[in-house]
């Protein structure tokens, strides 16, 4: 479905769609449209988008979805064995699913390449994680390393949420990112018998690209040994 960004960071294991425009709010069914019915018509327009690549990705996984609705934070609920992650901002929307048996999670997120609102940096890293920002930021033209970072405790908190079903704060993550190789480190600062019950490893390798004005990120979970982008 198509060579965007995403695809860029995910292996065949998964089905990815990606789509530079979110269009009109076509293609959703009477309960996703129940979903957003007092929304504003961009968050419609959106979520119609997500919902339609989302559909034409199950499908081409073999898989029927007559409605994807949502769960108690938002989250897209799968048809069961499926796996999957949405993400939409301005310009652009993209979907990744798999078969169970294969990934295990999968964790996508797309943010616009502009710096974060003044303040909000200090609000979600630690001195370490603002540290490594200022370095990146000082040692050559690059994107918006702040909204970089913002961006990869999404997407840690949408590979977490879908198995442990509680809130992971953004302080529950440390991030280290490599430039050189678009790639990044999260190290979940959770008691190590929860991550063991969930089996979780306690350190996440993920990937991200910068793309037409958006940064993707995405985190993959093969099993309960190890992790990979």
């Known amino acids: 479905m198509g060579d965007g ?112 609102p003044e303040g909000i940096l200090h609000s979600i890293a630690d001195p370490t994680e603002v540290s490594m920002v200022a370095d990146l930021t000082a040692s050559a033209p690059g994107p918006a390393w702040d909204r970089l970072v913002f961006c990869l405790k999404e997407v840690v908190f949408k590979v977490w949420y879908p198995l442990a079903g509680s809130w992971l704060d953004f302080d529950d993550a440390a991030v280290v990112v490599d430039r050189g190789s678009a790639t990044f480190r999260a190290t979940l600062l959770r008691p190590a018998p929860e991550l063991a019950a969930l089996g979780l490893p306690s350190t996440l390798q993920g990937s991200w690209v910068r793309h037409r004005g958006i940064l993707v990120a995405a985190v993959r979970i093969d099993d309960l040994q190890g992790s990979a982008g």
């Open 5 to 116: 960004p995403l695809r860029r960071l995910l292996d065949a294991r998964l089905v990815v769609g990606e789509a530079f425009a979110h269009g009109d709010e076509d293609g959703l069914t009477p309960a996703e449209r129940l979903l957003v019915v007092g929304a504003v018509p961009a968050r419609r327009r959106e979520f119609a988008a997500g919902r339609r690549l989302a559909r034409s990705a199950l499908d081409e996984l073999g898989v029927r979805a007559d409605s994807i609705l949502s769960g108690p934070r938002g989250e897209p609920m799968w048809p069961v064995g499926v796996v999957g992650s949405i993400t939409h901002c301005s310009g652009y929307v993209g979907v990744a699913v798999g078969r169970r048996t294969e990934v295990r999670a999968v964790g996508i997120d797309a943010e616009p390449d502009e710096p974060l």
